[in-house]
C-alpha cells in the first residue's frame, strides 16, 4: 500500500502497516492528522492485503496529549469527510477505527488524554509503555457536560476483540 | 462485542460541541493558554496538575 500522509508517515511490511504519528510539536488532534487518518482509514477499509496496523508516535513524550482546540471545527469537518456529513464528530470517526476489518494495534507511550484516550479505546489491541499518561479532564466547573472528552464512551473499551481493555508491555508489541 | 450504540456517540459528539462553546470552558481554556496550553511545556507534560490548580469558581 502506498500512502503518502505527512503527519502519519506508513510503511508496509507484508500484510502489516505500520503508522506513526508525527504532527509536531505536540501530536495535537488537529484538521490535518484527522484528513490522513480519514485517508488511512479508507485506504485500509478497501484493501484485503492489509491484515494488521500498528499504529504508534514519532514523540515519545505524546501520543495524542488531546484535541487542537482553537481548531475544533475545522477538525470535525475533516472528521465529516470520513464519517459522513451527518457524522461530523471524531467519536464516529473512531467508530470507523472499531469496524475495520484489519486488526488495529496502538503502541502508546508518553501521554494521551481525551480524544486521544479514545483512538486508543477504539483499536483493538493497546500496548501502554511504562511511561504513558492516560487520562480525561474532567470539569469542576457547573457545565452540563461531565468532561471534556468528545464523547461520553471515553473510557468505555470500544474493541471488538478486547473486551476487557487489557494492556499488554511494549516490548510484546514487535510481533504483531 | 462492546462497541457504543451509534446514538450514544452521537450524544457524546453533540456535548462536546456545547462544551467547547461554553462560557466554563473558555474562561477556563483561556486560563491553561495564558499558561502554555498547546505548547510544549510543563502545562502540557503535567496537564492534570496544571488543571488541578485552576480556580475552582472560574
Not at chain 1, 479505546?121 to 457545565?143: Q, V
Request: with cysteine.
Amino acid at each position: 500500500m502506498e500512502l503518502s500522509l505527512p503527519t502519519i508517515p506508513t510503511r508496509t511490511e507484508g500484510h502489516v502497516l505500520y503508522a506513526t504519528f508525527s504532527a509536531p510539536p505536540l501530536n495535537l488532534i488537529g484538521p490535518e492528522v484527522v484528513r490522513d487518518l480519514v485517508q488511512l482509514i479508507t485506504a485500509v477499509d478497501g484493501d484485503d492485503e492489509v491484515r494488521v496496523v500498528v499504529f504508534d508516535s514519532a514523540d515519545p513524550d505524546f501520543l495524542f496529549p488531546h484535541v487542537d482546540l482553537t481548531k475544533v471545527a475545522e477538525y470535525t469537518a475533516e472528521a465529516g469527510k470520513g464519517a459522513g456529513p451527518d457524522d461530523a464528530s471524531l467519536g464516529m470517526l473512531f467508530r470507523r477505527v472499531s469496524e475495520l476489518s484489519a486488526i488495529t494495534v496502538v503502541k502508546v507511550t508518553g501521554r494521551v488524554r481525551g480524544a486521544g484516550s479514545e483512538f486508543a479505546l477504539a483499536c483493538d489491541l493497546r500496548y501502554a509503555s511504562r511511561r504513558r499518561r492516560s487520562g480525561t479532564a474532567g470539569s469542576t466547573a457547573p457545565c452540563p457536560t461531565p468532561s471534556w472528552t468528545p464523547s461520553s464512551t471515553a473510557w468505555r473499551p470500544a474493541s471488538r476483540r478486547s473486551p476487557q481493555g487489557r494492556c499488554w508491555p511494549p516490548r510484546s508489541a514487535s510481533t504483531p | 462485542m462492546t462497541l457504543p450504540d451509534v446514538a450514544e456517540v452521537r450524544a457524546g459528539a453533540r456535548l462536546f460541541q456545547r462544551f467547547v462553546a461554553s462560557d466554563a470552558l473558555r474562561s477556563r481554556a483561556r486560563t491553561l493558554f495564558d499558561r502554555g496550553f498547546q505548547t510544549r511545556g510543563d502545562v502540557e507534560l503535567n496537564l492534570g496538575r496544571a488543571i488541578g490548580e485552576l480556580d475552582p469558581a472560574n
